[in-house]
């Protein structure tokens, strides 16, 4: 008997705050804080809530880039992979509402396997309809420019 795949899922997480800046969240059996520095009343006991956002489209790259390689049989080895985000810091800041605080993103991938440019270019091709973390941003008016390379 074939086992269905759900295509809706429920993904949750929960988070104890015992302060201003420190939320512990859980997730799964998984607990991680997300703090601010402390120049801004934090304690620096982990990332900020913009850091994390940034840190989980590198993960879903890492992830989605991946899977995307297999599907086409292509062997793009392990990934580096950085960002740099432009961000305007007046709506964490109460200055004024930010309809696009996420204003650019460039989002640098090398690639540490046998695969070539073009083969490459197809999985990045695959990656950007796929990764829900790039289509969250995009979707929310962040312009993501993404470079895939070979190392």
Not at 97 to 123: K, R, W, Y
Request: one cysteine or more; aromatic letters at 4%.
């Amino acid at each position: 008997m074939a086992i269905k795949i759900k295509n809706t899922v429920t993904l949750k997480a929960e988070a104890n705050c015992p302060s201003h800046s420190l939320a512990n969240v859980t997730v799964r059996d998984l607990t991680f804080p997300i703090d601010e520095p402390t120049e801004r009343g934090g304690t620096n006991q982990g990332p900020t809530p913009t850091d994390t956002a940034l840190a989980a489209l590198i993960g879903c790259t890492n992830v989605i880039g991946h899977k995307c390689a297999d599907k086409l049989a292509i062997d793009i080895g392990h990934l580096d992979i950085s960002v740099s985000c432009a961000f305007d810091r007046r709506g964490v800041t109460l200055a004024e509402e930010i309809d696009t605080p996420f204003q650019s993103i460039v989002l640098n991938v090398t690639c540490h396997g046998p695969a070539t440019q073009q083969e490459i270019d197809l999985v990045a091709t695959e990656v950007a309809k796929y990764c829900p973390l790039s289509k969250l941003f995009r979707q929310a008016g962040t312009t993501i420019e993404e470079n895939w390379q070979t190392a």
